[in-house]
Nanobody, 123 residues
Framework: GQVTESGGCVVQTGGSLRLSCTASGVDFDDVAMGWFRQAPGKAREGVAA???????NYAVSVKGRFTISRDGAKNTVYLQMSSLKPEDTAMYYCAATDQLYGATLIRSLYKFWGQGTQVTVSL
């Protein structure tokens, strides 16, 4: 399986951005998808996840500002980010798991990882 992220860029504080992640080599209907991020000098953290039937889970720091969704026809998961803050600056990674863990934010439970896309929120 393979996942590929896109959509990262520089955006101003308070702005919005949508990241996309396309999966291949997996049965998209049978995988949970997650978004993680890693800022310089910090550990990679879970941001949002969505399971096979659309249940979602968010980190406290992004709840109410970020929305994860999936499109089975396009094998794609999205992360809509709004009210962005400088502390949201990080490399954002997409991941997929074919194990039945639900919408988990536990990094070690994900099997397939993308290369990341950089999001920078400027002051």
């Amino acid at each position: 399986g393979q996942v590929t992220e896109s959509g990262g860029c520089v955006v101003q504080t308070g702005g919005s951005l949508r990241l996309s992640c396309t999966a291949s080599g997996v049965d998209f209907d049978d995988v949970a998808m997650g978004w993680f991020r890693q800022a310089p000098g910090k550990a990679r953290e879970g941001v949002a996840a969505i399971d096979r039937i659309g249940n979602t889970n968010y980190a406290v720091s992004v709840k109410g500002r970020f929305t994860i969704s999936r499109d089975g026809a396009k094998n794609t998961v999205y992360l809509q980010m709004s009210s962005l803050k400088p502390e949201d600056t990080a490399m954002y990674y997409c991941a997929a798991t074919d194990q039945l863990y639900g919408a988990t934010l536990i990094r070690s439970l994900y099997k397939f990882w993308g290369q990341g896309t950089q999001v920078t929120v400027s002051l």
